[in-house]
């Protein structure tokens, strides 16, 4: 129910972007540097069924998409010393919680 829900969500999100016009992208600071995507993946029932090394292979197989999306979003870092932003992240991953 939650993983629907959350689907839902980002149509409707990936709706609205892709009716805001250029120029309301731009006041927003939105800049186009990924996409977004759901890539619903069940790790529990896979630690479960397959064990912990399952899930590395997963990911070095067939998740591929997941690992080159976290390449694409960068990172944020910031100065520490002046609180300038050196670098800006675009892009977030969701994740559940291992504890259940």
């Known amino acids: 129910m939650l993983s629907a829900a959350y689907s839902d969500h980002l149509a409707q999100l990936k709706d609205t972007l892709e009716h805001t016009p250029t120029s309301e992208k731009e006041k927003a600071g939105a800049v186009p540097r990924g996409t977004l995507n759901l890539t619903p993946y069940d790790f529990h029932t896979v630690v479960r069924e397959s064990g912990h090394d399952a899930v590395k292979y997963d990911f070095s ?7 080159k999306s976290s390449d694409e979003f960068g990172w944020t870092s910031i ?22």
């Open 79 to 100: 100065d520490l010393s002046t609180g300038q932003m050196i670098e800006q992240q675009f892009g977030a991953f969701r994740t559940n919680c291992l504890d259940w």
């Open 61 to 67: 197989t067939g998740l591929r998409e997941v690992v």
